[in-house]
């Protein structure tokens, strides 16, 4: 039981690159979603899925897209990368009304 | 938006000391975590409160449900060194998409 997986762990992009974040878990939760952690803010909500096929924005979703095919996955896109997204992602799961578990997290750099 | 205040920023505290830390908000929320984070980790689950009013202890952590359910503390009683890191309370709001939102974090140093 391998719990919330974040995908890579360290980043680097160029403006204006895209890329993908992936998330999984195997505790078969419904509710996915994630969160961008920078310093003195807290995590803040940017996407979250409350079942397959269903997304939805969160605090700050601009640049980012979701998607949700499967249970299991839940990966997040950064379309055109840009400085201002430099942060730590993290990926959370739980069911509905429960705890939430942490990935990892991914840190990105944008230059 | 949702207004979360977490009290302190940081502490300093001797190895040995009790510790105290809280989170309120202008809104009314029906779950109350607290996380606890590492560095180059992701936050993890200390206390899980889910009544007003509720207190709940965890070895040497207390936290409890504010009874107007916009606030809530957490105590950490006889710090130990391996207490040191950030502690968020990250409330879940009673409509809606049943979304944690997190406070801003408290950075605890533990001095042996």
């Known amino acids: 039981n391998a719990g919330v997986t974040q995908t890579p762990k360290f980043q680097v992009l160029k403006t204006g690159q895209s890329m993908t974040l992936q998330c999984a878990q195997d505790m078969n939760h419904e509710y996915m979603s994630w969160y961008r952690q920078d310093p003195g803010m807290g995590l803040r909500l940017i996407h979250y899925s409350v079942g397959a096929g269903i997304t939805d924005q969160g605090e700050v979703p601009n640049g980012y897209n979701v998607s949700r095919s499967t249970t299991e996955d839940f990966p997040l896109r950064l379309l055109s990368a840009a400085p201002s997204q430099t942060s730590v992602y993290f990926c959370?799961?739980?069911?509905?009304?429960?705890?939430?578990?942490f990935g990892q997290g991914t840190r990105l750099t944008v230059v | 938006g949702q207004q979360l205040n977490q009290s302190p920023q940081s502490m300093f505290i001797q190895e040995g000391e009790d510790v105290s830390m809280n989170c309120t908000s202008s809104?009314?929320?029906?779950?109350w975590l607290w996380y606890k984070q590492d560095p180059g980790e992701g936050p993890v689950l200390l206390i899980a409160?889910?009544?007003?009013?509720e207190l709940t202890s965890n070895g040497r952590l207390t936290a409890q449900f504010g009874i107007t359910r916009k606030d809530s503390f957490l105590n950490i009683s006889a710090s130990i060194p391996s207490d040191v890191g950030i502690y968020f309370c990250?409330?879940?709001?009673?409509?809606?998409?049943?979304?944690?939102?997190f406070g801003t974090g408290t950075r605890l140093t533990v001095i042996p």
């Open positions: 409160l889910y009544k007003a009013g």
């Open positions: 959370a799961s739980s069911y509905s009304q429960g705890e939430a578990f």
């Open positions: 809104s009314i929320f029906n779950t």
């Open positions: 990250a409330p879940r709001r009673v409509t809606g998409a049943n979304n944690l939102f």
